[in-house]
């Protein structure tokens, strides 16, 4: 069985918790390889974070920041299962999906127009002598 990755959350001690798409948890320590070859860019905390990323159905680092699979340092997946050890669910901020982001936007835009259109209202009813339509 090929074992996909479907989400990474980085920490701020150079380990990764990695979302396999069968509900495993699993919690990689790169300490040691952020030393070795071309890893050695990641040394930078906030290089190490921002770039962490899923491609190729892994754990990956997009450094050119252009989401291109050839282009990026990914690890096996294969190797990561099996050696990385289990763990539960991480208590760390909620990532939303573009969905739900798309979701929640709308629904304060939508919120702000009828909160102003009510304002309008009320200003047109007042200045009018209550006949909106006079």
């Known amino acids: 069985m090929f074992h996909r990755v479907v989400q990474v959350v980085p920490t701020n001690d150079f380990r990764v918790y990695i979302f396999f798409e ?3 948890i699993k919690l990689f320590d790169a300490s040691s390889l952020v030393t070795k070859g071309v890893f050695q860019k990641l040394q930078d905390i906030s290089v190490f974070k921002d770039t962490c990323t899923v491609l190729n159905h892994t754990l990956a680092w997009d450094l050119e920041g252009k989401y291109d699979p050839t282009k990026c340092l ?20 909620r990532f939303y999906t573009d969905r739900e982001r798309l979701t929640n ?11 102003h ?12 002598g209550g006949d909106l339509f006079g």
């Open 22 to 24: 069968d509900g495993k």
């Open 105 to 115: 936007f709308l629904s304060a835009f939508l919120f702000s127009i009828r909160l």
């Open 74 to 93: 990914d690890l096996d997946p294969e190797g990561l299962y099996n050696s990385s050890p289990d763990v539960i669910e991480p208590k760390v901020r």
């Open 117 to 128: 259109l009510t304002e309008g209202l009320k200003v047109k009813k007042q200045s009018h």
